[in-house]
């Protein structure tokens, strides 16, 4: 399963000094983002057009998703590289088929719950040493997707004839890669932005958009979501 999608969210973090502030920040190792996006999984494509079964069941439409990052940085030279670790957490709503194949009005929810392990470097030295508030950023990793389809009643759902195949639960690995760009606000308002350094050791707040391309498909195995 490949996905592709879209983040616009605040990132909260702690970063390297710009010159004139240095004298005044808090120490910073760490970043927070939470982000939240659209995102469609491409199930489908590995029939090559002869079943959509995901879309017959989901729809078409883009679906929300949420995610947490947490950010340890390990270099802060030029530019900063942290180890990052990252979850969320998908739903996705749709009506199950009957037998035959055709819609019927019960509910149903895939769940996705991704966890990832990634690499990000940032290029923030321009932004903090020429209040240049741009920051472009890239990050690479490998994941491992979590995810179960749920009945109207919240009941985990079952395939099978007769239940035979058991509950409707897994879990898929494989790799993501994101490009972004971030919008440094300490610069609309420096004053307020070193108020909140002091009062709650956030050295810096973004605004950023990136898009991220997820593979989860047991790096190209069998049997898979």
């Known amino acids: ?30 970043f927070v983002e939470i982000k939240a996006g659209m995102f469609r999984p491409n199930v489908d494509d590995e ?12 729809g078409k439409d883009k679906m929300p998703q949420y995610r947490f990052q947490w950010d340890f940085k390990v270099f802060q030279k030029f530019g ?4 990052v670790m990252d979850t969320g957490f998908h739903p996705i709503l749709g009506n199950s088929l009957q037998q035959y194949g055709t819609p019927s009005e ?12 990634k690499l ?10 020429y209040n240049i508030p741009l920051v472009p950023y890239a990050k690479i990793g490998l994941n491992y997707t979590f995810w179960w389809v749920t009945e109207g009643d919240g009941s985990l759902a079952t395939w ?3 239940q035979s195949g058991g509950t409707a639960t897994g879990g898929t690995y494989g790799w993501e890669g994101t490009l972004g760009i971030a919008v440094l606000l300490d610069v609309f308002d420096p004053a307020a932005a ?19 391309y997820n593979s989860a498909d047991n790096f190209g195995g069998g049997n898979t979501l």
């Not at 002869?50 to 879309?55: M, N």
């Not at 900063?80 to 180890?83: D, E, K, M, T, Y």
């Not at 019960?106 to 392990?117: K, M």
């Not at 990000?120 to 040493?129: E, G, L, N, S, V």
């Open 160 to 162: 099978g004839v007769g």
């Open 80 to 83: 900063s590289l942290a180890i």
């Open 120 to 129: 990000t470097y940032r290029f923030d030295w321009i932004a903090h040493k």
């Open 194 to 212: 070193h108020n909140l350094d002091i009062e709650t050791g956030i050295n810096h707040s973004y605004l950023f958009a990136e898009w991220v």
């Open 1 to 30: 399963m490949a996905r592709k999608f879209w983040f616009l969210a605040f990132w909260l973090c702690c970063s390297i000094p710009a010159a004139s502030w240095a004298a005044d920040q808090s120490p910073s190792w760490w």
């Open 106 to 117: 019960d509910e149903t929810t895939l769940v996705l719950l991704p966890l990832a392990a």
């Open 47 to 58: 029939f090559g057009g002869s079943a959509t079964p995901f879309q017959d069941i989901f």
